[in-house]
């Protein structure tokens, strides 16, 4: 049985996960949408790996794949787990 998770470390969680993206969005690469190349993309296809804008996440990924194919997620979600 998985024990549940103390306020402290869901914290330090998110804290990591803050840092890792502030250093993957400081190279300049990644400072643009993969799709459609709108500057500063705020959401990933965790499994492509790639940055996306709101448009190009929402209303196309999360609308036309399934998360097998796209699994979209906002760089501001504290909860950073895979399905
Ligand atoms: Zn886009």
């Excluded at 959401?43 to 209303?59: E, K, P, R, W």
Aim: charged fraction near 25%; charge should be negative.
């Amino acid at each position: 049985m998985m024990e549940e998770e103390t306020a402290e470390v869901k914290e330090r969680k998110v804290s990591l996960t803050e840092r890792v993206f502030a250093k993957v969005l400081s190279s300049n690469a990644n400072n643009y949408c993969f799709d459609c190349g709108e500057k500063e993309p705020t959401f990933v296809s965790v499994n492509h790996g790639i940055f996306l804008c709101y448009n190009c996440a929402i209303c196309i990924h999360q609308v036309h794949y399934p998360v097998e194919i796209s699994f979209i997620k906002s760089i501001f979600d504290k909860n950073w787990s895979y399905p």
